[in-house]
């Protein structure tokens, strides 16, 4: 079936430098994705969505870029810190008839160097 | 404001054991979810609750079911536990689960689960 996945399994960072995060999907009616943050042992946290209507959202540090021709998803993470080191995914809901049920990725590792 | 909680954090059974896994959201949502990580597969949704009184199967729902007690607690019951149910297990909300729906589901902390 159609899954979400990401490039890179593994990212490592300098610290106060930009990390980008790459996702791709491959189910043109997705409508929605979420950027989640998962911490060893703790729970996903959510960063960050964005509906099909928008190319780019900004939040705090974060940016979300969606670029639908391509199916490509993107989290850039500025000034880049030791906390953020964790897990991250990607989630997209499998359009109108999904139920806002989430189809996740396998996540990616970034490792923040001090 | 504690959000999605789950409990035991950690538990371990004997394969046939019976066990089940409580969850609780303080947000109001009327959308909670039940879903399995395990390494390497990614999260997968074993059953959810659209609302309160309803619920749906998703991808892995065998050997599993599952009560929404009320509008704040959904429980995921393991009636004859086996080896392959050993997974960490988290407890998700949202304010919405219809098809028109656009928001971002809130998780818990877990539930690590070994059966031997």
């Known amino acids: 079936g159609e899954s979400v996945g990401l490039h890179l399994p593994t990212l490592s960072v300098q610290e106060g430098d930009n990390s980008i995060i790459n996702c791709a999907y491959s189910?043109?009616?997705?409508?929605?994705f979420i950027w989640y943050k998962q911490e060893s042992g703790k729970g996903p946290q959510f960063i960050i969505d964005?509906?099909?209507?928008?190319d780019k959202r900004q939040g705090q540090r974060v940016t979300v870029l969606l670029n639908k021709t391509v199916k490509h998803l993107s989290l850039q993470i500025a000034a880049t810190q030791p906390g953020d080191s964790a897990v991250y995914f990607c989630?997209?809901?499998?359009?109108?008839?999904?139920?806002?049920?989430?189809?996740f990725g396998k996540g990616n590792q970034v490792v923040v160097i001090p | 404001n504690a959000g999605v909680t789950q409990t035991p954090k950690f538990q371990v059974l004997k394969t046939g054991q019976s066990m089940t896994l409580q969850c609780a959201q303080d947000?109001?949502?009327?959308?909670m979810y039940w879903y399995r990580q395990d390494p390497g597969m990614g999260l997968r949704l074993i059953y959810y609750?659209?609302?309160?009184?309803?619920?749906d199967k998703g991808e892995v729902p065998n050997g599993y079911n599952v009560s929404r007690l009320n509008k704040r607690e959904f429980s995921l019951r393991l009636e004859s536990a086996a080896p392959s149910q050993t997974s960490v297990y988290f407890c998700?909300?949202?304010?919405?689960?219809?098809?028109?729906?656009?928001?971002?589901?809130?998780f818990g902390d877990g539930t690590r689960l070994s059966i031997l």
């Open positions: 998700a909300s949202s304010v919405s689960g219809g098809p028109y729906s656009n928001q971002p589901q809130h």
């Open positions: 189910n043109s009616a997705s409508d929605y």
């Open positions: 964005i509906r099909s209507n928008m």
């Open positions: 989630a997209e809901k499998l359009g109108r008839y999904g139920n806002n049920r989430l189809a």
């Open positions: 947000m109001n949502h009327n959308s």
């Open positions: 609750s659209a609302s309160e009184g309803t619920t």
